[in-house]
């Protein structure tokens, strides 16, 4: 019987919540590349730039939801009475939101990151899916107000709705009525990564200390950071990733060790700027800088809707595990139907790497989070060379189940 594949409505949001248990990553050394098959980076992030053909009766006549793509690489919104800097990256599905001082400069201003699928044209910004990275005492206070209302886990959030009257892109908060959007040109720092697409398929790999290195492996808005100690990968995490103006954002949502603090959703932050040539990080403040090298991350690609559906494995003629990885990005892995494992969480694909959150685990010995490539992906099955190495031993060969 055939393996049903439905549609992706976006992705899903992983938070971290307390597993049991020991985890390694499947990469040791970091001159170790995934695949070198191929250098080409796959959008595999499940953000789509097409509108969907609905249309809302509250729409102005002629009207179509803007995609990804009619958006300004910077334009100027104003929330609750303030005006602030919307900007889209590298139209990944993360944006910034800048305060503005009385010049329209973010220059010492706060910045709100924001996950969304950018659905029919709308921007959700809520709790769950944006978090302030730092708190800059010279931010405009009110402005900075709205910012943390904003992400504030008892807040309602808003709505941005973006639509085309013709060539002409409009937005509303909330029920408002539309109005003009205009567009907003920054002077850009020089001398650092300005783009977040020139770091799409790069890989750096900075020592910041004699016997530690960090390495982080870039995706299309997406990013997975390993700690490479001696050699040996001794905790991992994974996230969104952009540029804004001249710095470097990561926010991480899939994590390897335990305790990890996840304010807000999310886990470990990251906020750099990374030279252009990319051999240096410096952080926020510029008074520590670590020597990066950089390389292509070369690996094959994966689409999501390719892997979505039921799996399972026989590996060791023992336990028969099953794998359901939903089109919510939710997921279940049982071994011989939960009575010796049961896990459940949310997953993702980076690239060719398939991430599992483990949010709820019963039985084993438990990761908090499984990653590793997926290769050999057919209608049929594939490989995935995880790094989980709990007990029962998770299988590595996948093929869709039998049925009656």
Known sequence: ?????????????????????????????????????????????????????????????????????????????????????????????????????????????????????FNKGVLTIKNGSSLMPFDSPLAAAEGNKVLKNLSDPKGKGVDLSFIMVGDTLKYRVGTSDFVGVQKKTLDLGKGYVIDGTKLDGKRLACNSSADTTLVYSFYKGRYIMETVAKGDTVSWNAGYMDVFRDMTFMASKFSSPEGVSAADGFGYRYNHFITADMSKMLDLNKTK??????????????????????????????????????????????????AKENKNGTWAVYGDQLILDVAGCVGGKCARGIKG????????????????????????????????
Not at 44 to 69: E, F, N
Not at 382 to 396: L, Q
């Open 1 to 117: 019987m055939k393996k049903s594949f439905l549609l992706a409505g976006g992705f899903a949001l992983a938070l971290f919540f307390s597993a049991c248990g020991d985890d390694s990553s499947s990469t040791g050394n970091v001159d170790q590349e995934t695949d070198s098959s191929s250098s080409s980076v796959g959008d595999s992030t499940g953000v789509s730039s097409s509108s969907l053909p609905d249309v809302d009766p509250s729409w102005p006549a002629g009207a179509r939801a803007a995609t990804l793509d009619d958006l300004n690489k910077h334009q100027l919104v104003v929330i609750e009475g303030q005006k602030f800097l919307l900007a889209t990256g590298s139209k990944a599905g993360v944006f910034g939101l800048w305060t503005l001082d009385a010049n329209e400069s973010i220059v010492n201003q706060n910045i709100l990151l924001v996950v969304s699928d």
């Open 373 to 404: 490539p997926v290769s050999k992906l057919s209608k049929t099955g594939f490989t995935y060379s995880h790094s989980e190495k709990g007990t029962p031993a998770m299988p590595k060969a996948w093929s869709v189940p039998e049925e009656q």
């Open 289 to 338: 800088e670590i020597p990066c090298k950089s390389s292509e991350l070369k690996y094959s690609g994966i689409a999501e809707d390719s892997i979505k559906g039921r799996w399972s494995s026989f590996e060791d003629g023992k336990v028969y595990w099953k794998l359901n990885l939903e089109d919510t990005h939710s997921y279940t892995l049982l071994a011989d139907d939960g």
